[in-house]
């Protein structure tokens, strides 16, 4: 009897942490906040939704809101795969070796994907497209090849036209070139991490101290929310359709980026592989490799999301050698014994806030 009681108490203790948690939760939580003092925009762009969230009223509120919703609609119709007339569309269909004219925006998205594709032995590739394309990750297709692997010899073919030296980006005045007619790029790692930063920019540029944004899953935090400390953000456990906080973390003036294997994937014979393709080896990451997630904190957010697909796809311990190499905040998680284990760099210790 008095094992049961102990029992039951256990359970409802257990219950309110995990509660209590998840208040302080993954999805920024403003909990404590005076919700009619809380300013919140939201809205669709790059094939997911993005909000910014501000812990006191404003003046201009409307204004500020038009100029941020503004650049996100510009910034998907500039980098989108979905539009076939955005700019990047545009700039996949076969053309010239010649330097063409692009947005300042696209010139320095590929300037900073050449940089990661460097830092990272070439893991990290826009120039993915083809394969990217061939696995059924592409846009207006719904992800895997019901089932079905790819040829060997369609992989060469794909493989043939990827490699990060294939596109040459100059910022000023902001062109860009490719190596070979066929070369297509694809900045689904890299886009919602540059978009997170330029609604930053323009925050900033209004005087806005305190806000928290969301590009997708790309988060960046200034200031303070409504509690007065420092935003404090859940990184999610990896696992598909449930939504539950692994550890929280604070971000000043910081963004954090996940990759993983766990929200866009498919099964081939019996493995499940995801969106993450390898260009060394041309084949989607297969879960059966271990590691879940990869998670990145960097003043950054466009390097934040780039590095944490290029850390993804290293794998565990290659990823997470050349993240304690170059100094930067990480957290990697493997499946371990029926649970989830985590290593992280010695960076990303300090945000974290249990
Ligand atoms: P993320 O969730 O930021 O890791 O981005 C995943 C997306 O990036 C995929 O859906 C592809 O569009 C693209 N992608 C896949 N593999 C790579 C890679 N090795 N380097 C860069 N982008 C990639
Ligand atoms: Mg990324």
Same mark, same amino acid.
């Given at each position: 009897?008095?094992?049961?009681?102990?029992?039951? +108490?256990?359970?409802?203790?257990? *219950?309110?942490?995990? +509660?209590?948690?998840?208040?302080?939760?993954?999805?920024?939580?403003?909990?404590?906040? $005076?919700?009619?003092?809380?300013?919140?925009?939201?809205?669709?762009?790059?094939g997911g939704t993005w909000s910014v969230k501000i812990p006191h009223a404003m003046a201009d509120e409307e204004k500020l809101h038009k100029r941020v919703a503004d650049e996100l609609a510009r910034l998907d119709s500039l980098l989108s795969l979905w539009h076939e007339d955005s700019e990047v569309s545009r700039f996949n269909r076969p053309k010239g070796v010649e330097w063409i004219s692009v947005s300042k925006d696209?010139?320095?998205?590929?300037?900073?994907?050449?940089? +990661?594709?460097?830092e990272t032995g070439g893991a990290f590739d826009i120039t993915i497209?083809?394969?990217?394309?061939?696995?059924?990750?592409g846009p207006a297709q719904s992800g895997g090849r019901n089932g079905v692997v790819s040829a060997e010899a369609e992989i060469a073919a794909a493989r043939a036209r990827v490699g990060w030296r294939g596109v040459e980006a100059r910022v000023s005045p902001p062109a860009l070139r490719k190596a070979r007619a066929e070369i297509a790029i694809d900045l689904g790692a890299i886009g919602k991490g540059y978009a997170a930063d330029a609604v930053a920019r323009i925050l900033d540029s209004a005087g806005v101290k305190d806000y928290l944004i969301a590009i997708g899953g790309?988060?960046?935090?200034? *200031?303070?929310?409504?509690?007065g400390a420092a935003w404090k953000v859940g990184v999610e456990t990896p696992v598909? $359709?449930?939504?539950?906080?692994?550890?929280?973390?604070?971000?000043?003036?910081?963004?954090?980026?996940?990759?993983? $294997?766990?929200?866009?994937?498919?099964?081939?014979?019996?493995?499940?592989?995801?969106?993450?393709?390898?260009?060394?080896? !041309?084949?989607?990451?297969?879960?059966?490799?271990?590691?879940a997630g990869v998670s990145v904190i960097h003043s950054s957010s466009v390097r934040a999301d780039a590095l944490a697909? !290029?850390?993804?796809?290293?794998?565990?311990?290659?990823?997470?050698?050349?993240?304690?190499?170059m100094g930067i905040a990480a957290l990697f998680v493997t499946r371990g014994q029926g649970k989830f284990e985590m290593k992280m760099t010695k960076e990303f210790a300090g945000p974290v806030k249990r």
């Amino acid at each position: 009897m008095k094992r049961r009681v102990a029992f039951l +108490v256990a359970l409802v203790v257990v *219950g309110a942490v995990v +509660v209590w948690i998840r208040l302080r939760g993954t999805t920024p939580s403003l909990s404590d906040a $005076d919700s009619s003092q809380v300013v919140e925009w939201s809205g669709a762009t790059m094939g997911g939704t993005w909000s910014v969230k501000i812990p006191h009223a404003m003046a201009d509120e409307e204004k500020l809101h038009k100029r941020v919703a503004d650049e996100l609609a510009r910034l998907d119709s500039l980098l989108s795969l979905w539009h076939e007339d955005s700019e990047v569309s545009r700039f996949n269909r076969p053309k010239g070796v010649e330097w063409i004219s692009v947005s300042k925006d696209l010139a320095e998205i590929v300037s900073v994907a050449r940089q +990661v594709s460097e830092e990272t032995g070439g893991a990290f590739d826009i120039t993915i497209a083809p394969l990217v394309n061939l696995w059924g990750f592409g846009p207006a297709q719904s992800g895997g090849r019901n089932g079905v692997v790819s040829a060997e010899a369609e992989i060469a073919a794909a493989r043939a036209r990827v490699g990060w030296r294939g596109v040459e980006a100059r910022v000023s005045p902001p062109a860009l070139r490719k190596a070979r007619a066929e070369i297509a790029i694809d900045l689904g790692a890299i886009g919602k991490g540059y978009a997170a930063d330029a609604v930053a920019r323009i925050l900033d540029s209004a005087g806005v101290k305190d806000y928290l944004i969301a590009i997708g899953g790309e988060l960046r935090g200034h *200031g303070h929310s409504a509690s007065g400390a420092a935003w404090k953000v859940g990184v999610e456990t990896p696992v598909a $359709d449930v939504q539950r906080v692994l550890l929280s973390v604070e971000l000043k003036e910081q963004g954090i980026s996940t990759s993983g $294997d766990y929200r866009n994937f498919f099964e081939m014979g019996g493995v499940r592989y995801c969106h993450e393709i390898d260009p060394r080896t !041309g084949w989607p990451i297969a879960a059966a490799r271990g590691l879940a997630g990869v998670s990145v904190i960097h003043s950054s957010s466009v390097r934040a999301d780039a590095l944490a697909t !290029g850390f993804f796809v290293l794998g565990a311990e290659e990823g997470f050698k050349k993240a304690e190499e170059m100094g930067i905040a990480a957290l990697f998680v493997t499946r371990g014994q029926g649970k989830f284990e985590m290593k992280m760099t010695k960076e990303f210790a300090g945000p974290v806030k249990r």
